[in-house]
Nanobody, 116 residues
């Protein structure tokens, strides 16, 4: 079992910044912290930012240039730096990790609200 514990998030005004963290613990052999997702009310969960198999990064069009995903493999922690936040970013954000195609784990979810 892999546990992913998220921190960060909260309420921020438009144009503000937040940083989310996702720390992994448990049975970590071959586990990959591989991305952040979000789900807004009434919408499907979508990938916000992730790591490619080659170690690169990819972003949804709506956040590219404003959000940055990173990870510290030594600390087994993944981050999402969110700058110039817009009201459309309001959602529950969740981190995801996987071990091959047969096992994955999700963080508990963190509410991000962008509002004046």
């Amino acid at each position: 079992q892999v546990q992913l514990v998220q921190s960060g998030g909260g309420l921020v005004q438009p144009g503000g910044s937040l940083r989310l963290s996702c720390a992994a613990s448990g049975s970590l052999f071959a586990i990959n912290l591989n991305g952040w997702y979000r789900q807004a009310p009434g919408k499907q969960r979508e990938l916000v930012a992730g790591f490619t198999r080659g170690g690169g990064t990819n972003y949804s069009d709506s956040v590219r240039g404003r959000f940055t995903i990173s990870r510290d493999n030594a600390k087994l922690t993944m981050y999402l730096q969110m700058n110039n936040l817009k009201p459309g970013a309001t959602a529950v954000y969740s981190c995801h990790a996987a071990r091959g195609p047969l096992y994955d784990s999700w963080g508990q979810g963190t509410q991000v609200t962008v509002s004046s």
